[in-house]
């Protein structure tokens, strides 16, 4: 075969100035092959996704990069097709926003508070053993009802810290981050941890991109935008027609589709200490009772993707490749930044500070809120933040919207 056609097949990824080799590496990445995959395309650059991904293992990172080969980044046609304008602009943001992370770093607000750690983990036991208590010790219907009410709060505070050990920013060690993830996530909730970090991740390298970013591929329950119809995995438009009035039955569908990833997950990866975990889980189902175990899984998981949503699902979708910064900041928003919000969304309100710092522990993002917004204003950069009920009505109002556009797609 041509030489030349034998290195056009070779994968590259743009990181600090160099264009690395990663065709041998892609399969034995811890994180999966698809992130990596990612920035193989062209125009991408993976500089600061895999500094901010990697900031508490970047000297490993550095050592592992350091074994693949490389050539220089030249200013060519081969490396970008923007203007040098906007090369100029994008090395102004790439400085300011190393800078500041440099500066938040310093002042130690990418470091783990035990303490913080330790009481979410108590209000989050407290609420299971309470709700686990009424459930199973009284034949009362509305005292085990508040029960499955109070057991599913617990579940979702934990859905919360979970969330927090996907990025390693709970414990800030990777290693027991994982492992507490296993476990907890397991017996729980009853979930794949590594299914969990390895589709969330996706998410996070490339937020509301289509075809890259897998919460837009929600096919055949949920279509978010109508860009991404022609990427969904559905054969039929029929609920993405209804899905306002369907939701409640397809948010049960998408639980019970990550129930079978994570059954997928279990057999492909085979991670002893998951099978053991979600194991352990079945039991409790058994113990609790199946009823009020779907009722609270169901529960956990709708309240878990509508937060999540409020940030992301009404923003516009794209398919070009722009600056991590400018990326995070166009397509994300932040909701209020009041305490009773910060609670009853597990810090995920603070949406672009997280996206730009994944690392960062989720209750100091509000440390860093005037120094993120003063970056976009700096740079001619929107930085949005809306009331709860503001994104929740936009969030609704954008998927009747979706609706009534793929309505008028099929009617012609």
Known sequence: MDSSKLEKKRLEILYDGYYYDVTDFIRKHPGGREIIGYFTHPNEDATIPMQQFHARALDKVNGIMKTLKRRPATETKEISLEDKETLTRNKALTEDFTNLYLELKAEGLFEPSYSHVAYRFTEMLLLI???????????????????????????????????????????GNPKYDRKLQSYF???????????????????????????????????????????????SKGGTTFFYRHQFLLSPILNVGVAFYILWETVRSLFKYRVPDEIFAVGLHCVGVYYVGVWPSIFSYVLTQAYFNFNIGLSHTHLPVTNKPTHWVEHGLVHTVDVEHRPWCDWWMGYVNYQIEHHLFPTMPQFRNKLAVDRVRALAQKHGLPYEVLSYKEASIKMIKNVLEVSNQVKTICSN
């Open 129 to 171: 053993l309470l709700g686990l208590y009424l459930l199973t010790g009284y034949s009362n219907f509305w005292v085990k009802f508040l029960g499955c009410l109070i057991f599913s709060m617990g579940k979702i505070r934990l859905s919360w810290t979970m969330h927090e050990s996907s990025h390693y920013s709970l414990l």
């Open 185 to 231: 996530l397991g017996i729980i909730l009853g979930w794949s941890a590594i299914y969990f970090r390895r589709r969330h991740n996706l998410h996070h390298a490339m937020t509301q991109r289509l075809k890259r970013d897998v919460d837009l591929e929600l096919a055949p329950a949920f279509l978010v935008h109508i860009d991404a119809l022609d990427n």
